[in-house]
């Protein structure tokens, strides 16, 4: 007789343990849950330091000290091809010239229709900036939102002899929410070449 009751209550034991645990597990957890959202790297940035660009190419400008030069093709006095490269970013300032001649319309066409007809087609917007530096320093920058190749195009012009087209790139997939600070970034070192072209 014992022995029953002994198991009777091992028996009555577990199943109140296991009541109790289904009890807990429905009503334990009554938050609603919010899964974390998919983060990046941080990236650190430099402190800003420029330096003057003043070679045979008939144009100065300030660019970042954490910038490497390197010449597409040799410079001469009416075209010259150059990139900034930003190795540790993976990223790159590319920089064309030539002289205007009679065509100043047809180059900010072409650079027109190549922002909107096919980098554009990725992009989820176009910003259009301006900046004017009387008498002679006129700019238009295209920032592009969205999964586009370049996420920033710029020209500079005086609008009577001098042109210059200039492109970031970034030598990974196209991702912006990724890519968003390195982008931020490196406009303000666009904005600060702008600013600071002189023509010769």
């Known amino acids: 007789m014992k022995k ?19 009890v807990v597990c429905c009503f334990s ?5 919010t899964p974390k959202p998919h983060s990046y790297y941080r990236i650190d940035f430099p402190e800003r330091e420029y330096r ?3 070679t045979i190419c008939p144009f ?3 660019y970042p000290v954490y910038g490497n030069l390197a010449y597409l093709i040799p410079p001469v006095s009416d075209s010259c091809w150059l990139n900034i490269n930003f190795p540790k970013y993976k990223g790159t300032i590319h920089l064309t010239y030539g002289e205007i001649g009679s065509n100043l ?3 900010i066409e072409n650079i027109w229709k190549l922002v909107y007809s096919k980098i554009a087609q990725r992009a989820d917007a176009v910003d259009e900036y301006y900046i004017i530096r009387e008498p002679d320093v006129y ?3 295209y920032e592009i939102k969205g999964n586009a190749a370049s996420p920033m195009e710029f020209l500079v012009t005086d609008s009577v002899k001098h ?3 200039g492109a970031l790139y970034f030598s990974v997939k196209p991702n912006y929410d990724s890519l968003a600070p390195a982008i931020i970034f490196f406009r303000e070192d666009i904005i600060h070449l ?3 072209i002189k023509w010769k």
């Open 4 to 22: 029953n009751s002994f198991r009777f209550r091992v028996s009555s034991f577990k199943y109140l343990l296991c009541c109790m645990g289904i």
């Open 29 to 33: 957890c009554r938050q609603n849950y």
């Open 52 to 54: 003057i660009y003043d």
């Open 60 to 62: 100065t400008f300030e």
């Open 105 to 107: 319309d047809q180059h």
């Open 139 to 141: 700019s238009v920058i």
């Open 163 to 165: 042109f210059l087209r």
């Open 194 to 196: 702008i600013e600071t």
